[in-house]
Structures are given as C-alpha cells and as structure tokens.
C-alpha cells in the first residue's frame, strides 16, 4: 500500500452479503433489459398471411398461359385453371383450392403457399408447398419446381 493512503476500518466496508445481492441485482436487470431488445426484435418482424396480401386483378385473358398441368418435381401433378376470373389451383386428384394475384406472376393461397410462373408459364416454383391440402409432407418451408 502507498504511504498516505487512507483505509477505511472495516465497519465501513458494506457486508460481503450485500456486494452479491447487489452484483446479482445489476445482473438481472442486464438480462431483463437484454431479454426485452430481443422481444422488441420478435415484435418488430410483421408477418403478413396469404389472406392479408394485396391482391391485382388480370386482365382478361392473362391467366391463360398459366391455366395447364404441371409435373412437380417430386412427380405429382398440379393442375391450374381459371373460372369466372377466380384462379385455383388442384394438386393430383385433390380439392380445388383458389389461388389469388398478387402480381401479374405471382399468386398465393389464404394457407400461404406461394406460386411463381416464370417463362411464360413453362415453368412453377411453389414455395411452402406443405400448406397445399394432399401435399402430404411434415416437411416445412418446402419448396417445388414444376414445369409443363
């Protein structure tokens, strides 16, 4: 210890017990705080449904070089077709689900499967193709490609 360096006595110094629970507090309002920036992370990402999305509506005739049968490419089949300006979409022998624009070549299911025409229509990709009813798959975030 330097010269002229003053100690206090030791009743003065706070109780080894205190200096824990005070470390121990500050430490836990760190990981509180930190935990919150997290859940303000979570709460900031906005997750947009199929059935909230922004639908365009297609010129007469625009979907027709869409509305054919495909072989994915885990070898089923989808079929697209239009009726009275509603789009759908049919996988194998399955129910018929309706399928809605978002883009002139972009479509999307109220589930939140993803269609993607691209070359005119000859070929699909299908993102989160688990969503589609038959897809049978436990598989998530799977994605096709499908050509004609």
Known sequence: MKEGTVV???SQYPAIGEVIMKTTARCAVALLALAATGAMAQQSTVQIRASEARTVTLRHGEFNDYASLYQLSNGRYIK???QQRR???KLDKGERI???PISRT???????THIAFRDS???VTI????HLPMAGTTLSNVTL????
Request: proline residues 10%.
């Open 8 to 10: 206090p006595p030791p």
């Open 80 to 82: 697209f077709s239009t």
């Open 87 to 89: 789009y759908y979409a």
């Open 98 to 100: 309706e399928i809605r």
């Open 106 to 112: 972009d479509f999307v299911t109220a589930a939140g």
């Open 121 to 123: 229509g000859d070929e």
């Open 127 to 130: 993102s989160n193709y688990e």
């Open 145 to 148: 490609v499908a050509s004609r």
